[in-house]
């Protein structure tokens, strides 16, 4: 091959037919191969159109839009079916509300006349409108479904055309990476022929099968090989602007025609739908409206009543009349005339039992009431001698529900001497029972020889009126009571708790039952009139109702200005309930007590030991401790409301303490 090449006639055949011409193929090669080169060179301008274009119109911008459209459509569609929903269970309960209305009024114990009829026009109303309100649910269901579809076509559509679009896309890109590479392979060679023409000895020997190559040998292999190298680069460039071109021209116009299509059905679909749910709105409303309130027409047409109308005609007055009137045949006859009957014993012992009729005759006036013999406005309060439990009011007259010292009343010509409370022992008759005048106290002391026993006097007030308030007793202060009457313990305090244990130990709930309001009403006035003139010993002066001297009671404290156990101790008072420890806390409440003013600890230790007596009856009237504590803690604390609403439970530990522990606290003597 060295002496082929040396003479130039062993390679003529690759080269030039032997004749010496073998360059003439050589540069005709490098010709052609420069003039594709250009030709490859000249499509970066012809892909940067086309990356121009795509970044103004791309099929993946438009893929995304389509996807919010339909994204729209779905959440609008949703929200149609909810409202349907809703709008459906409206209307169907309303269907509900008007047919259990209607049945309800039509039953005997309902009203009847105008307002039955009137009310069943209402009842119709209100069913139209139910009426109304299913055929808009009906409506926005139908637009849910038309809605629902028109995104599940559209979506269909957009997948179709993002896997025909994306594909003519991808089918251009990877023509035109494959002709890159052929590109690569065909400089690559083509630089490899060049050197090993123009005799590059860096190339180095070439070895092959058969030994090493002669630089002729290898000089048409390699151009054998750039000859094939450019037919491919030249298939591959014309298959690149071949499927560029038809991208260009017809894949991705088709596809953005396509996706743009789908874009205006769904968007236009969804603003019609929007306008057909603002019409369907308005002929809703509009609707009910002129069921509300029709509209005035000229014509001689009767108008349909609006709900204005249908209310008005509601006579409540006529109503009434007849239906009294449906009454009148069922009215008894009168049969016998009404008189007051005595009871046999309430008549005194000598004197024959009669029939009253006509008006009660006016008993004898009694004389004012004095102040009770424990309290005395003189008398001085320290906290140094409530600790020793020994006051000076005490050493001058131990306390005790007891009425004045003897008093001489004239009845009939004869003195007759007042009970003292240490001359009888009552035994509490049950509630609203009737007054037997001395019955109630075994031990008093008969009257002379030749007299008739006399009942204790009621009060000269006149009965079921309502008094001037001219000494008030209600709503005063304690330390202004104590200032204006004189006693440290108010009179209305002495009275109700005297006839309590007079006539309430063993009456049940007594504290808990509530009395008559309009009793209470009364002996309210009793007292703000002048307390000085009440006398609770006999239980006519109080309508026989122990029960509302009872409320009576709580009354007082409950309108006092300051709680009786003062806002100025109540946090001690709170403070001192935490404590778990039943000495510790009964202490600590004991001082927070000697710290009272004087007239709160005189009245609380009056109203403590009688509430102790109270107790020690539960067997008979069940009030424990404890329910005492509970019916008065927010009666002497303060009321169960604003901050003091988390104390309730501390403040009941504070009133139930002191209870347990009266006679530690309080010297009963």
Known sequence: MAADYENGDGGGDGYGNGNGNGFLHEGIASEEAEARLADVKSLPAIADDGSKAVEQIGVNTLLNRLKQSIASARDFAGFLKERSSLEEKHAQGLKKLCKSTHESARRPDSRQGSYVAQL????????????NGVQFALSLHQMHEDLSDLANNVERGRKHWKQTGLNAEKRAQDAESTMEKAKSKYDSLAEDYDRARTGDKGSGRVFGLKGPKSAAQHEEELL????????DYSGKVQTALTLRQELLNSSRPQAIRALQDLITECDSALTLQLQKFAAFNEKLLLGNGVLVSPIK????VPEQQSLRDMVSSIDNEKDLQNYITSFTPK????????????????????QTPATVQGPRQPKPQESPLPQPAFVSGQQSFSSSS????VLSYQQQQPYQPQPPPQQQVQERGYPVAMPSHTQYAPQPPQPHSLYTGPAYSPTLPQPPPNHTQQPLPATSYPRDQHLPPLKPVFGVALEELFVRDGSAVPMVVYQCTQAVDLFGLDVEGIYRLSGTASHIGLLKGMFDNDSSKVDFRNPENFYHDVNSVAGLLKQFFRDLPDPLLTREHYDAFIESARIEDPDVRRDALHAVINALPDPNYATLRALVLHLHRVQEHAHANRMSTSNLAICF?????????????????????????VLANALQIFDED
């Open 297 to 300: 027409k000229e014509s001689d």
């Open 120 to 131: 069943d026009n209402v009842t119709r109303v209100h069913e139209r409108m139910a009426d």
């Open 633 to 657: 803690a927010p009666t002497l604390m303060g009321a169960h409301n604003g901050p003091h609403i988390a104390d309730a439970g501390l403040q009941t530990r504070v009133v139930d303490t």
């Open 331 to 350: 009215v008894p006859a009168r049969s016998k005339t009404i008189k007051y009957e005595r009871h046999p014993t309430l008549v005194p012992v000598n």
């Open 224 to 231: 054998k090989k750039v000859q094939a190298a450019d037919a």
């Open 386 to 389: 409530r600790h020793s439990h």
